[in-house]
Every structure is written in structure tokens, then in C-alpha cells.
């Protein structure tokens, strides 16, 4: 009986977590959809601080041809 | 040869930008109609901009900060994607890119995987005119490719 308890509970939780993982998803989505309705200049100015971002991670050899925008 | 050229239109990288959120990209590709028949167009736009003291860097040359590459339309689906590219601002600044629907076409020709991430986010994110696409896609042999992309990464035709 405790057993079946328990899988009722580990059933409920993971209705609940996958309730949870669904709206992570979606509200994801809807951020991306959002972040492509802004105007081409805040995109290019996203993109440039993407540039920084990855400066720190860039592999060996690799950092010369990759370099932030000046703008 | 540039200033005379009006059809000068950002290649996919910059224009995948325009229509989705930013993905990291690190130079600007500019797609041109050589005006001239030659075997060497490249030679005076460079030169050009040398003059002008902007310097090169292997391919590309260094514009305000910016790598740029000047590529030649090399077919026919690209000569007609910058034809019929589109006038976009960026700022107060009037520019072309790629038509959503030709881009998605020359991206599906070159298929590179950064071109497939690409694709997988315009079909996410962007709205598609679906009846000019299959028209593109058909017209340039590349709608059967078109279908087994969907098929992949969306699981439908």
C-alpha cells in the first residue's frame, strides 16, 4: 500500500514538474519570439554584447578572427 | 563599381538577424550583382577601400570596425534573392537584406549547420509567406530538401 502511495505522489510530482518544464518551454519560446520583434539596431547591439561575451570562451587561435564590433 | 551598384544586399548571417533574435556571428557578408562581366570583381571593390584606408584582413576588410566580405551573386537562385531583397533600416540608415523567403532558400542551398540552426529558428520565430517559399523552392529544385528539413527537425512535411 505505502508503495502505491508513493507512486501516486512520484506521479503527481513529475505531472507537476513536466507542468512546470511546459511553461519554461513555452515562456522560452514566447522570449525568443519577443526578442525577434526588436528593431535591427538593438539586434546588432545584442549580437556585439554576444561578441563580448564570448571573447572569454573563445577556443585557442580562434580569438583573432573573432573580434567585437566597433560600433 | 559600388556606387553604381544598387543592389547590395546582406548576406545570411545579418540577415537571419533581421528576422529572428541575435545569434553570434562575427563578420558581415555583402552579396552583390557585378556590374561588369568579369573574372575578377573582387579586385577593385578592395582596392577601392584600400584607398579609402580601410584595411584588409585575410578575406575580409575592416569597415568601421566591422569585417567585411564582398561575395558575387554565384548563381542564379542568389542573383534573384538580391534582386528582389528588401529595403530594412538599421537606425536612421537605410540597408537590404535577403528576403525572408529567398533567405530561406539560399540558406537551404547551402546547408551548412549553422544554416540549419538558423533555419530551425526562422521556422520558430519568423512569419513565412509559405506560397512564395514553395514557389522559390520549386522554381530552384530545392522543395524535396525543404521536406526532408521539416521532416527532421520539425517531425512534418
Known sequence: MDFMIN???LRKSTLVQNKVLENIIREKGQRRKDLSKLSFK???HI???LQKMARGVTKQGKAKDRGVWLI | MLRSNKKLTECPGIAALYYIESLLTYDLDIFFIPIEDSIDVLTPIYRYLKE???KAKKEHVLIEGVPVQFIPVYNDLVKEAVQYSVEVKYGRIKTRVLGL????AVMLQTYRSKDRERLVKIFEEAKIDLRLLKKILKKYGLYDKYVRFKEKYFGAK
Open chain 1, 7 to 9: 507512486m501516486l505522489d
Open chain 1, 42 to 44: 538593438e539586434k546588432i
Open chain 1, 47 to 49: 549580437l556585439v554584447q
Open chain 2, 52 to 54: 579609402k584606408g580601410f
Open chain 2, 101 to 104: 523567403e529567398y533567405l530561406i
